[in-house]
């Protein structure tokens, strides 16, 4: 890393290390978590949002064969501090942007002899102070519509700005880990009834040596009762073509569900029970041929 990235990924940290430092040292959340100011009417805002998440996943499949995916165990820790511009205007609007920086670290993985192990064992990114896997910035608008809120966000964004419930074939746990931000559009919206949002992420840009993907997911939910819902998550991913791979690649996955609740008949948060069928179609084609 240059030295002019350390000095701005040092900016960066010291920008919401001093607006932490205007918060009360007896308001926790406020330093733990997010600062949510909403703002006046043509008011400007300075915020922060710090994010911290630690994933361990010991898994063993050696009763498959690891056929399906390799055994192993994932030890992480991921810290995402960042500072969030925010402005209201009439009818209970708020804009904000907001720009960070991603520090992920494997625990225990540290750079190895080049002379003795692989290219990735020797990697000079597992340094300590070489964790910055990237940085994200973004627009986001709330405001209402009717009975409900709107949203949109744009940018690199977090898919923790995501509610929908998606089902783990489209959102694996590891993926959200180690991928946790799109690069794209999101449009949701929220009434006391119903709820639904639509994202399309570019996942990868298309080359001479590598493939170029887009991907379009949406997930909602209607709840006719306060026990009982009916909902949906569904993805659409179209990969393209490259050098390497002539084929291009449509993929679409469904999940309708109805889910049950008996969380409040019995004091309990939730006790649900969920079923739904799982749809997916895949095609392959040549858009292109090589001559022999």
Known sequence: MSTKSILLSAAALL?????????SLLDLPGLLGRQQ??????????????????FFDMREFGASKDIFMGS????????SPSAVLRSGSGKGMIHRAAI??????????NPTSEV???????????????????????YSFEGRAGKGDIGFHAGIFPKSMLFGDYTRAIFADELRYYD????????QYRAPRFQAELTADLFSKSGLDRVGGEMVFTAGVFKPLDWASLGWSAAYT?????????????YL?????????????????????????MISYQLDYVVFRTDE
């Open 15 to 23: 920008s919401a290390a001093s607006l932490a430092s205007a918060q």
């Open 37 to 54: 100011t909403r703002p006046q009417e043509n008011s400007v805002t300075v915020d922060y949002d710090v994010d911290f998440q630690y």
């Open 72 to 79: 192993g165990t994932i030890n992480a820790a991921r810290f």
């Open 100 to 109: 960070g920086v991603d520090l992920t670290k494997d625990l225990g993985a």
């Open 116 to 138: 003795v192990y692989s290219e990735d064992e020797n990697d000079q990114q597992l340094r300590n102070f070489k964790l910055i896997k990237d940085i994200f910035f973004y």
């Open 180 to 187: 946790p931000y799109l690069e794209g559009i999101t449009v």
């Open 238 to 250: 179209h990969s393209k073509g490259s050098f390497l791979q002539i084929a291009d690649v449509d």
């Open 253 to 277: 996955l469904a999940y309708p569900y109805a889910k049950a609740d008996f969380g409040s008949l019995v004091g309990m948060q939730e006790l649900s029970v969920k079923a739904g069928p």
